[in-house]
């Protein structure tokens, strides 16, 4: 079974300061990770993905294999990334692909 | 809009009822996926759909079916509707089905049962 845990339901940091969105999860095979990004009215959108190794808006993420993590960081928040994030994991489920999501972290940026 | 649409935006009805829930994917995807978004569960895979066959389930009652039809738009059905299917129900669409593909999310439905 494949499961990913996002353990903060709210987060919240003022405006260039360090943040990081904390993702575990849990399978047995070799996972691919991806982070997607929900902004106040939008739909849901791939923020990044571990193979590819970028950073997308200044954030990144590293796919930690002995500690099951996959955390979202950003070095320096501002105000327009507070949105809801979510973390997922495609792995095989039976014979086909699965993609499973956290429950998501709502990050809020003050001023 | 060449992207995931969905249809229709909000849809309040009552307990029992049933209704229909349409995605039209993205121009040249050919899997649909289907997933209800609550606050107390957050975003649950529902089912999938390859060039019109199921191809993988996930928490889906058996109150709730769906099907991709021949031009690749699905529906997702749900019947004897009760309280707790209140929820905002996404439909996603990739390239093919795959570990690494990439799925776009259309807008959602938000249903109310009251």
Known sequence: AQRV????KLLSVFKGAPVELKCNYSYSGSPELFWYVQYSRQRLQLLLRH???ESIKGFTADLNKGETSFHLKKPFAQEEDSA??????????????????????????NP | DSGVT??????????????????????GDLSVYWYQQSLDQGLQFLIQYYNGEERAKGNILERFSAQQFPDLHSELNL????????????????????????????????LTVL
């Open chain 1, 5 to 8: 845990t996002q353990p903060e």
């Open chain 1, 51 to 53: 193979i590819s190794r």
């Open chain 1, 84 to 109: 809801m994030y979510y973390c997922a994991l495609s792995g095989l489920s039976g014979s086909n692909y699965k993609l499973t999501f956290g429950k998501g972290t709502l990050l809020t940026v």
């Open chain 2, 6 to 27: 969905q249809t229709p935006k909000h849809l309040i009805t009552a307990t029992g009822q049933r209704v229909t829930l349409r995605c039209s994917p993205r121009s």
């Open chain 2, 79 to 110: 019947s004897s509707l009760e309280l707790g299917d209140s929820a905002l129900y996404f439909c996603a669409s990739s390239v093919v089905p795959g570990v690494g593909n990439e799925q776009f999310f259309g807008p959602g439905t938000r």
